[in-house]
C-alpha cells in the first residue's frame, strides 16, 4: 500500500504556490485515487500555512515548513525542511514538480531518506504499482520506468499536468519543525531581468518562433533587422508570449560585434527550438520566418495548435507540419498584429 506525499513550494509572493505545484498536488490526488492511497502534500516557504489554504479542497493531510529562514531557495534551509517533511510524512511515493528550488535539492533529499529519485516524469499511470514515464534522447524515446525501492521520488515536469483548481479555504495545517542547519549562504535578493528582457516564458499561452527570414533580404531588395528586431519585441510586449528561434537564425552573429553577439540581441541559442534546441510545452506556436525543417520542427512536439507565416508555399510547415499557414510576408502580418494588439490594450 503506498502512501503519498506532494512536496510543494511557494513562488516569489511568499504565501501562493507556484502554478507548478499546484500541477504536482494534481498528479498526486489523482495516483491517491488510483491506489487509494494516504495522501500528504507538504508546502515550504515564508507564509506556508497561508498558501496551504489553496489545496485544502484535496482534504489531505497538510505539512508546512514556515518562516524568514524558507524565504528564499537556498540549499541548506530547503534540503533540511524537505527532509523534514518528508520524514513528518512517512511516504513511499514522492511528487515534486521539477522546478529550480527543487531540482536543486530533490537528489541530496532522496539519499537523506535512503531512497530513489527520477527526474523529468512526464506521466503517472497504475497497475498493481506505480508507472511513470519520461523522454530520452532528445524527446524521441519514451521509456516507462517503474522501481521497487521506495521511497520513491519523482520530479515532475512542468506543464505535464493540469494544476490544481480546488476552492481556497482555511486549512488545518501541521508545522514540522526544522533543526535550522549551519549556513554559508545569504540571500540578499533577488534580481531579474526586465519583463522584456526575459524572452523565455515557459508558462506563457504562446510560442512566437523567429526564423533566419527575418535577417534576409526582402522583395524590395534590402535587409530590415532593425524593423524585425522592433516587431519581434512589440509583439513579445504585447502578447505576453514566449520567444523561440530557428538555429538559423540563433546562430547568425553581429557584424563586428564578436562572438557573443547575436544579430538580433535579444536572442540567444537559449532561444533556440529543435533536435539541437529545447522542446517546450505551449498550448500554441506561431511561426515566422522560418522554413519548417525537420530538425527545427521536432522541437514543436509538446505544442498544441500550431500555425505559420511563410513567404514560401512550398516550405515544411506547408506539408502538413502546421495546421495553418499563411502564405504572407511576416513583416506586414506581424506589423498589422501589432497595431490591432495596441488598439486593444489602449
Ligand atoms: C544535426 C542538425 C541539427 C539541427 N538542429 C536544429 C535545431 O535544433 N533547430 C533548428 O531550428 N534547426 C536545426 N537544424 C537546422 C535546420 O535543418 C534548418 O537549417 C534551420 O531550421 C533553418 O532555419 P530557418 O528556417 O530559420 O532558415 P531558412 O531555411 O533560411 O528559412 C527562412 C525562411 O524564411 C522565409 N521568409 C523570408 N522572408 C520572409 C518574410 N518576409 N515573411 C515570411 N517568410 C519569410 C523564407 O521563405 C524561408 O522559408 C539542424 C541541422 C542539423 C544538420
Redesign the pocket.
Known amino acids: 500500500m503506498e502512501t503519498i506525499l506532494v512536496l510543494t513550494h511557494v513562488d516569489e509572493t511568499g504565501s501562493a504556490l507556484t502554478k507548478a505545484s499546484l500541477e504536482a498536488v494534481s498528479a498526486g490526488v489523482e495516483l491517491a485515487k488510483q491506489h487509494t492511497a494516504k495522501l500528504t502534500i507538504g508546502v515550504l516557504g515564508a507564509d506556508a500555512p497561508a498558501a496551504a489554504g489553496a489545496v485544502a479542497a484535496t482534504g489531505a493531510r497538510l505539512l508546512a515548513v514556515s518562516g524568514e529562514a524558507f524565504a528564499q531557495p537556498r540549499y541548506a534551509t530547503d534540503a533540511a525542511a524537505c527532509e523534514a517533511i518528508c520524514r513528518a510524512a512517512q511516504a513511499s511515493i514522492v511528487l515534486a514538480p521539477g522546478s529550480s528550488r527543487f531540482t536543486r535539492v530533490a537528489a541530496g533529499v532522496a539519499h537523506r531518506l535512503g531512497g530513489f529519485l527520477d527526474t523529468h516524469i512526464t506521466s503517472l499511470s497504475s497497475n498493481d504499482s506505480v508507472d511513470a514515464t519520461r523522454w530520452f534522447y532528445r524527446q524521441r524515446v519514451e521509456a516507462t520506468i517503474s522501481r521497487e525501492a521506495r521511497p520513491w521520488f519523482l520530479l515532475l515536469d512542468a506543464g505535464t499536468h493540469a494544476a490544481f483548481a480546488g476552492e481556497s479555504a482555511a486549512a488545518q495545517v501541521e508545522p514540522v519543525a526544522v533543526t535550522l542547519p549551519a549556513t554559508r549562504t545569504t540571500v540578499e535578493g533577488l534580481r531579474s531581468p526586465m519583463r522584456d528582457a526575459q524572452t523565455i516564458r515557459p508558462d506563457a499561452k504562446l510560442l512566437f518562433v523567429?526564423?533566419?527570414?527575418?535577417t534576409?533580404k526582402?522583395?524590395d531588395g534590402h535587409i530590415h533587422v532593425a524593423e524585425a528586431g522592433e516587431l519581434i519585441l512589440a509583439f513579445l510586449r504585447l502578447s505576453g508570449a514566449s520567444l523561440g528561434?530557428?538555429?538559423?537564425?540563433?546562430d547568425q552573429k553581429a557584424e563586428g560585434a564578436g562572438e557573443e553577439q547575436s544579430v538580433l540581441p535579444f536572442l540567444t541559442h537559449m532561444n533556440?527550438?529543435?533536435?539541437?534546441?529545447s522542446t517546450p510545452r505551449h498550448a500554441k506556436g506561431l511561426s515566422?520566418?522560418?522554413?519548417?525543417?525537420?530538425?527545427?520542427v521536432?522541437?514543436w512536439r509538446f505544442i498544441g495548435e500550431r500555425r505559420a507565416?511563410?513567404?514560401?508555399p512550398n516550405?515544411?510547415w506547408t506539408r502538413g507540419k502546421a495546421d495553418v499557414v499563411y502564405v504572407?510576408?511576416?513583416?506586414?502580418?506581424m506589423a498589422k498584429v501589432n497595431a490591432l494588439l495596441e488598439a486593444r490594450s489602449a
Open positions: 523567429t526564423g533566419a527570414g527575418w534576409k526582402q522583395p528561434s530557428s538555429k538559423s537564425l540563433a533556440q527550438i529543435g533536435q539541437t534546441g515566422t520566418c522560418c522554413h519548417g525543417e525537420e530538425p527545427h521536432v522541437g507565416i511563410s513567404l514560401d516550405c515544411g504572407a510576408d511576416a513583416f506586414q502580418v
